[in-house]
């Protein structure tokens, strides 16, 4: 438990037998992204000093940060079919560390653990419902948190995964042939690259039923669009941070309102929109986003000073942490969440 073991492949069977073998064993994955620059692949490990790191034929050139398993080596077939024993292991301990863009600085190591990834995935069974006749494309790059839910909802569920081939992600032309030949009723966008989608296709996909939102704001003019040209499929917007076991709020599209919401709190978890003082704000009026409930990540990699100005203690709850998110909200009189940006001047292209 809390070992971390680097895996750096490309999308693949082996991508999702080595997260597998990673959480079966007991500690947690650090995905390394084998399109990332060399300097940032060193930093991460250096930084998350793995036990192991997981690779396979295109990625062997990887930098050594420990014993290396080629997973493209028949090194299974003397294992036991059943699963390990992994003693202490506990609801707290890890399950996977991801890494920022590092907009802000170095990229800092997310530690997230089992209790709000489970959360969060049970969360998304009781409001989607997955069933075996499903099928989800798994097209996010496996170093950003979506994907942690792309590769577990539908293992977890029964449903069928597919998984896009590397760099099919950017496709729109190869997205749409996989969707329509897979019978694909499930997906995520960020929406910037269902702007790009819906503008390559001009036909209906009968067999996708919902779409899923989220990593930007999303603008009501694209709504609109999407309905438009996909009027029987389902949009849904969610909102949160890699500190939080990837989202922590939810609004389903019927309306296209100019500022998409971004909802209210998903199960467990509460969200609050505080001034400088950390008090709440009345209804209508802009401040500070802060999350707590049992998602908020256990803090950053190494960086203990940061943790502790990111991650406070709760004042409304005694015993529980928020993780401060520097977004700006406020509340709409339905109770549903809008975002309106950042409070510093960060910029994202």
């Not at 971390?4 to 007991?26: D, H, N, P, Q």
């Not at 006749?133 to 069928?160: H, I, N, Y």
Request: with cysteine.
């Amino acid at each position: 438990p809390d070992d971390r073991v680097a895996i750096c492949v490309e999308r693949g069977l082996s991508m999702v037998v080595g997260l597998l073998a990673i959480l079966k064993a007991g500690g947690a994955y650090v995905p390394v992204d084998p399109d990332y620059p060399a300097e940032r692949v060193r930093h991460m490990l250096s930084d998350s000093a793995p036990v192991a790191v997981l690779v396979h034929g295109a990625t062997r050139h990887v930098p050594e940060a420990g014993p290396v398993i080629d997973l493209d080596r028949p090194v299974w077939g003397e294992s036991p079919a059943s699963n390990p024993v992994v003693a202490g292991l506990t609801p707290r301990h890890l399950a996977y560390v991801i890494y920022t863009s590092g907009s802000t600085g170095l990229p800092k190591g997310v530690m997230n653990a089992h209790a709000g990834v489970v959360n969060r995935l049970l969360w998304m069974q009781d409001a989607y419902g997955l069933g075996a006749d499903d099928v989800v494309l798994q097209k996010t790059p496996f170093s950003f948190d979506v994907s942690v839910w792309e590769f577990l909802w539908p293992l977890q569920t029964g449903a069928r995964l597919i998984m896009a081939r590397p760099g099919g992600h950017r496709d729109p032309d190869y997205l749409r042939e996989v969707i329509a030949r897979e019978h694909v009723t499930t997906l995520h966008f960020v929406p910037s690259m269902l702007d790009v989608f819906l503008a390559s296709t001009a036909s209906e996909l009968p067999q996708l039923v919902r779409v899923i939102c989220s990593g930007e704001a999303l603008p009501g003019s694209l709504v609109k669009r999407f309905h438009a040209q996909l009027p029987t499929v389902e949009l849904h917007n969610l909102y949160g941070p890699t500190e939080a076991a990837v989202d922590v709020s939810a609004w389903h599209c019927v309306t296209a309102p100019d500022n998409t919401p971004i909802g209210k709190p998903i199960a467990n978890t509460t969200l609050y929109v505080l001034d400088e003082q950390r008090q709440p704000v009345p209804q209508g009026v802009a401040g500070e986003l802060y999350i707590g409930g049992v998602q908020v990540a256990r803090g950053y990699l190494n960086r203990a000073e940061l943790t502790a100005e990111r991650f406070i203690d709760d004042p409304f709850v005694p015993g529980g942490r928020l993780y401060r998110t520097g977004d700006l909200a406020r509340h709409r009189p339905d109770g549903n969440l809008e975002y309106l940006g950042r409070n510093d001047d960060q910029v994202k292209l």
